[in-house]
């Protein structure tokens, strides 16, 4: 989802912005939709790619380490003090422009990662419009973000970034207990989960999606301007989570997000369970009881149940 870019970050003059650029005038019809390059007269380098009409990435096209979305600058300031310096395994759970994934091949060219895209042909436009970084180091994989994941080794990644919309809104299925649980199966000892999580107030979907994560990791921690704790309009909250209580706790993470140009608040430890409140984690819908029987009943003993269909 989109944020303004408060940064006021221009490339140096010495950087020339593209001249010819490769992607088509107006949308371009995709499997689930529609997708469209713009550019805005005060921003040379940049780019918005908008899925749907719906800002979905911001990508300089000469300074990868540049990011406009808020959310996306607190993603990487914990990613930037809580795992510094090496390569790292990422798994990205929704691609778009892969404005993160450029990010992280900028500051860590050593790292693999995989991004999962809904869309069957979003990732080939993305691929042939900008220079994203190649396999091995970028693989682009066409399909649903929790299908994919569940294909993933265990123990596979040192981070996973869900950054999952339908329009304004996280898909349900990518939000539950048995989700976030697949997720830290494909985590490593000490590995980092980091979602995005655009709410409006009173914040329910937020304090509900943190309680999922305090359910499933050892500790979380919720990212958010001061302005949408304070239940004043909709945005993204960035919620972390990880099985290492040392992770989240960098010294200077406080200050760091504090001093981004949208500066954030950091919620832990008793700010994070006065935020949770009586929310109650996000559980996978149980799945419907065969036609003609009662979900409720336990079928007579010697008879064998019918099976039930699974849920997404």
Not at 144 to 168: G, K, M, N, Y
Not at 207 to 217: C, N
Request: glycine letters at 6%.
């Amino acid at each position: 989802m989109a944020a303004r870019d408060r940064s006021g970050r221009r490339a140096p003059a010495s950087h020339r912005p593209p001249t010819s650029p490769t992607w088509p005038a107006g949308p371009v019809t995709i499997s689930t939709g529609t997708v469209e390059v713009v550019r805005a007269p005060d921003d040379p380098t940049g780019v918005t790619v908008l899925v749907n009409g719906v800002p979905s990435s911001h990508l300089d096209l000469v300074d990868p380490t540049r990011l406009s979305f808020e959310y996306m600058q607190q993603m990487a300031a914990v990613l930037d003090r809580c795992m510094p310096g090496e390569p790292r395994a990422v798994v990205h759970l929704g691609a778009a422009g892969c404005a993160m994934a450029r990010y992280v091949h900028a500051t860590r060219p050593a790292s693999r990662q995989i991004a999962i895209e809904l869309d069957a042909a979003l990732p080939e436009l993305v691929r042939a419009w900008f220079d994203l970084p190649r396999a091995p180091a970028l693989r682009i994989r066409a399909g649903d973000a929790r299908s994919e994941l569940a294909t993933l080794p265990d123990a596979s990644a040192d981070v996973v970034i869900r950054d999952v919309f339908a329009c304004d809104q996280t898909p349900e299925h990518v939000t539950t207990v048995e989700f976030t649980a697949d997720v830290a199966r494909v985590l490593r000892p000490g590995g980092l989960y980091l979602a995005n999580c655009a709410d409006r107030p009173p914040l329910t979907r937020a304090r509900a999606e943190a309680a999922t994560l305090a359910r499933v990791f050892a500790d979380v921690a919720v990212i958010a301007e001061p302005g949408q704790l304070r239940g004043r309009r909709y945005g993204n909250l960035v919620l972390a989570g990880t099985d290492d209580p040392a992770i989240l706790r960098s010294a200077d993470l406080d200050r760091v997000l504090r001093s981004l140009p949208a500066p954030a608040r950091l919620l832990r430890d008793a700010n994070l369970v006065a935020f949770i409140g009586s929310a109650q984690p996000i559980l996978d819908a149980a799945p419907p009881a065969p036609a003609g029987h009662s979900s409720k009943a336990a079928p007579p003993p010697g008879d064998a149940a019918l099976p039930l269909s699974s849920s997404g």
